[in-house]
């Protein structure tokens, strides 16, 4: 991969975060616990089998993220209001469900059997793929041996995810390593300029860029990440260049798996908001010595939009909305790439919403001078004070069910009301007034468990 494409996060890695932290009671980002599951979002498109060996418990690690079932937290990837970008229709899963003998006595003999099975059984064109839990590891199970003994049928189509050698690897990589190695990979190039995107989901506002960059000229050769498919993977060396999304949780993934692509590579500023998404389509354009054409695409993008917009930016200006973080996080602010790739307080303030930062000082610091907006807590009873005063609509927080903002009359806000482009600016902001509107937190909250 050349050019400014993706850079090692220090952040990034796998985590297992303990609940019950002493500071929980204050975060709202949810970070650290966002950060555990970001390799749930990369999903296949094709058809795949996961064979998992372990116990069911070890299931429920995570939290469901299909977008329709109540999780625990705002996941940024999962979409509900736009569409779901995955591809959980083509995964089935079978488990091999160790019990307490299995511990004991060993149970590679369920996994074989279950092997056997899957090999008769599974349609042709399907992927399997083997994924170990922590038990069978424990326990040293050979499982190398059992895989390679169902090579013989499944061949290349068994995929064998051994976390223990690595824990950061992802069907994702292993795929995309094994396209690479073959040798009839489609290398040329059509008549107009082709880019491929990495990190943009499968969504409406996705699709609409990909619009918008065709009437510039250039084509979305492939798509890849958090969903992904080797119809795709096989054709991403016909592109001139690749488009990352900033992400700093996605880009160890980004590194480990794109790093040797000889295509040249830009990470412009992410599509968000009308200031936002001019700036990507301009940098995208210049990579690509288009840059001539985008003034008049421009205005035709925008005119259909420009009153509509202009109206909601009029209705935002009387609405406030509250951000809750740690002094010692506020540098997220001002890089994008830490806050999901969404760039949250220019957006906001292009909106025409205003905001107000509640932040949390360790007692005992002195703490800044007074500014317009900003208030500091050290407690909780402070920091539920602060939530309740008046004069904002909504908080921005992770959590799916956040009663420390419903309890305090506030609406909770999330990464999931945005959405990239010039429809999904107006969507966006369509959708936040409509929470700001709400008033029902606001009014029966002194009804609810406290």
Partial sequence: MKGDGAKSAPQAGLEITRWGESGQWRDFFQERNIRRDIQASLMPRDSVIYLMHGDNECQMASPEMDGNTVSFFSYPWVNPVSGIPHGRGYVTGYLTDLRDKDVVLGAIGKLDALMRSVAKEAPKDSLVVFTPDCVPILIGEDMDSCVNRHKAVLGSRLIFLNLADDPQQTLFEKLFANVKKEAALDRSKGPHPAVNLVGFPDLPSTRELTLALERLGIRVNARLLPDFSLEEMRRWWKADLQVF??????????????????????????????????????????????????PGVWEQLLRPLAQRWNRLVQEARQYEVAVVD???????????RQTFGVPLLPVLSEMGLNVRFLLYLEPGRFPPPPRKNIEFFSNPEALNSALKKKGFQGVFSNVFFDRRVTRAGKVPLSFQLFEMGLEGAVRSLERMLRSCRLRFYERYSSFGPQ
């Fill in 326 to 336: 740690d002094t010692q996080h506020l540098s997220r602010y001002s890089d994008w």
């Fill in 245 to 294: 999304f900033p992400h700093a949780m996605m880009e160890t993934i980004y590194k480990r798996a794109f790093s040797d692509v000889e295509i040249p590579a830009i990470t412009p500023p992410p599509p968000y908001g009308i200031a936002g998404t001019q700036r990507w389509l301009d940098a995208i354009a210049s990579a690509l010595s288009r840059q001539n054409g985008l």
